[in-house]
């Protein structure tokens, strides 16, 4: 592993080396994610974020910032973590997959240089937390694991502040076990439940996210899961079942798992919007499958946004798109019978 240089000059997009890669003759290999890409000199890898400069490799998108917001958490989607609380949301450039269904792709597919963007160093972002009395930073929009150097150095710059991270979970076990060190929750997105869907549609493979998946649950992060379902790719109710059981059996039957609907973007613009049907048949078969907190998402329906309690049945969390109340939930227990729910507040 090679460890960066920080910089802390207000204005000027630093050239800062990239953490985790390693020279293999005239190439730069990048240990960060499962690609394993090897770069040439004035090259750059799959995600456009690391590039082979002056003998070191780059991480050429660090502080180049293309999106800022102030969200809803519950449009992370954390339905758990926080509810009906804003947190301070940023973005920036490239991704290290290539999913031809992407919704951000202005932002994930644009060449490092290609996009306007803005510089902000660790301690513009943090000064301009502290004015706006922000506590929690969500790293989203586009894939925020290749802007690793940059998080971590926001987080040495405010340790304090929460920090959440919006995945597609394709990273490398060392530099994610270390990014689990600072993050408060994640919300890692499962594309699909085959392989040969995560290859032919997003240019990767599954067992790495669901290894990915399987280490944030285990150092105790906040986590959840959304699945977006797409007509004829990775809906069928076999499908449906086994992606549940896995989550059931190797991560924990109270992980929230939100079936997201599909919309023609990108790449899959002939391909329809996901029935309502399959979006309640996804999640009456996750339930089926003993998962305690299935929810609809992209979609306005009655009670499949909502949260009960598993224990009584009781109402806890109403949600009406991002209008949410908190019908009966004292701290994280259920108000009608005292059960214990996984809710961070």
Known sequence: MTKGRRWATAGINP???????????????????????????????????????GGRLIANNYGKV??????PIEKKPLYHY?????????????????CKHCQNYSISKSPSGRKRTTYESPEDIVAFCRKEKFDAIAFTYNEPVIWFEYIMDIVEEAPDLRYVLVSNGLICEEPLRELCGVTDAMNIDI?????????????????????????????????????????????????????????????????????????????????????????????????????EYVYVGNVLADDASDT????????????????????ALNGDRCAQCRHRLPIKR
């Open 308 to 327: 009960y309690c598993p224990n009584c049945g009781a109402l806890v969390i109403r949600r009406t798109g991002y209008l949410v109340d908190l019908v």
């Open 191 to 291: 594309k699909g439940f085959t392989d040969e869907f995560y290859v032919k549609i997003c240019g990767a493979h599954l067992a790495d996210v669901m290894r990915s998946t399987e280490i944030v649950n285990e150092t105790g992060v906040h986590l959840e899961l959304t699945y977006l379902v797409i007509p004829g790719y990775n809906d069928t109710e076999n499908e449906i079942e086994k992606f549940s059981s896995w989550v059931r059996d190797r991560l924990s039957p109270e992980t929230p798992v939100h079936f997201s609907r599909f919309h023609p973007d990108y790449e899959m613009m002939d391909v329809p919007i996901t029935p309502v049907e399959t979006l309640f048949m996804c999640r009456e078969a996750a339930m089926e499958c003993g998962l």
């Open 82 to 98: 926080y509810p009906k609380s804003k947190i301070f949301s940023m973005g920036g450039i490239g991704c290290n997959m290539s």
């Open 15 to 53: 050239n800062i080396e990239a953490r985790y890669y390693h020279r293999d003759g005239d190439a730069y290999v990048c240990d960060l994610c499962p690609h394993k890409c090897r770069i040439s000199e004035e090259g750059f890898g799959k995600c456009q974020a690391r590039k082979g400069e």
């Open 66 to 71: 293309s999106s800022f917001s102030v969200d």
